[in-house]
């Protein structure tokens, strides 16, 4: 087991990434998904059923390594929606051909909304604390951005 005190830095607490809310949620649907699968048949079990687990676990690996990876953040982000769509359009596909019962539906979908919602406004954070680094940087010019990164000399 870790220790407590990894979390608690400068007098901040800070949560793993396995505890975020999209993580959280994300997990849920991936149990909700692979629950539901097996209401499938056979053939469709094996084809779209394997596709929509592997887009919603790698959904899971792209929101930690967007927690993890600061500079790759916003890429890492829009990878998680765009296999977030593709998970969504399988679902459909299945709602389509009548292979999710109602009640499965609404558990499912309550979760991608939340989902959604989340990754919506984390991606917004992302953009703005993108914009306003290149916005302070640019303010600076160019010789005291050498001096603010820790170039420059101290003539």
Not at 111 to 127: F, N, P
Request: with cysteine.
């Amino acid at each position: 087991l870790r220790s407590r005190h990894w979390r608690y830095k400068m007098g901040k607490s800070y949560k793993r990434w396995e505890e975020t809310g999209i993580y959280a949620d994300t997990y849920e649907l991936v149990k909700s998904v692979h629950s539901v699968i097996y209401d499938f048949p056979k053939k469709d079990r094996v084809v779209i059923g394997d596709k929509m687990i592997d887009k919603a676990t790698s959904m899971i690996a792209f929101s930690g390594m967007a927690y993890k990876l600061a500079d790759k953040r916003l890429e890492c982000i829009d990878r998680f929606i765009c296999e977030f769509e593709i998970l969504k359009t399988y679902l459909r596909m299945a709602i389509d051909l009548k292979y999710l019962r109602p009640a499965k539906q609404v558990k499912i979908f309550s979760l991608i909304q939340r989902i959604d919602e989340g990754v919506m406004k984390w991606r917004k954070s992302a953009t703005s604390k993108i914009q306003a680094s290149k916005v302070s940087n640019y303010d600076l010019g160019p010789d005291k951005q050498n001096q603010s990164r820790g170039g420059g000399s101290f003539i």
